[in-house]
């Protein structure tokens, strides 16, 4: 395999040579086939080499879907954060935002299948350190699991019943907000 440098500012033209569009990344193959879709590229290159078996776990589709979408939409926003001078139509940090609001749900979303309850001060306190607790208002769902918010709405905890002692075990403790 060989590697090509070629200064995408000045184009000195030998990635043209490779491939027309004259975008980045772009693979060459053996073969004289040319790669030039980051999806493509990082198949190939997991299909030559997986050592953490990424391939076996993963479903392609989906995996192309989910580059797509980061280069599609997600790309576009992070530019825009990092060049927040070139798009003043909103400040950085609201690029930033618009950019996070689109692609990391908040945690609790994650968790919505488990039902929720909402503790007083004294019980989030003892759920921030780890300490089980009786939750007499809480019967255990299916999963055994609980949502626990504090009393200003902010998720604490996520809980495991322990039906040997009928208390609620902290399995995740969440960090207090700043």
């Known amino acids: 395999m060989n590697y090509v440098r070629d200064i ?3 184009k000195d033209g030998r990635i043209q040579t490779i491939s027309p569009k004259a975008t980045v990344p772009v693979l060459q193959l053996p073969s004289g086939k ?3 879709q980051s999806i493509d590229i990082m ?3 997991l299909h030559q080499h997986d050592p953490h078996a990424w391939l076996a776990c993963a479903d392609e589709v989906q995996a192309r879907q ?3 979408r980061n280069d599609a939409v997600f790309k576009p926003l992070l530019d825009h954060y990092k060049y927040a001078t070139r798009h003043p139509q909103f400040s950085r940090a609201e690029h930033r935002q618009r950019a996070l609001d689109g692609f990391v749900l908040p945690l609790d979303a994650a968790l919505s299948d488990y039902p929720a309850l909402t503790v007083d001060a004294e019980t989030e306190v003892r759920l921030r350190y780890g300490q089980a607790v009786e939750l007499p208002d809480a019967s255990p769902s299916a999963s055994g699991h609980l949502r626990a918010y504090g009393p200003d ?3 604490v905890a996520l809980l495991r019943y322990d039906t040997a002692t009928a208390r609620w075990q902290p399995d995740k403790v969440f960090a207090a907000p700043l």
């Open 8 to 10: 995408l500012k000045t």
């Open 66 to 68: 989910w580059v797509q």
């Open 34 to 36: 040319v790669l030039d």
């Open 153 to 155: 709405g902010t998720l």
């Open 43 to 45: 198949m190939w290159a």
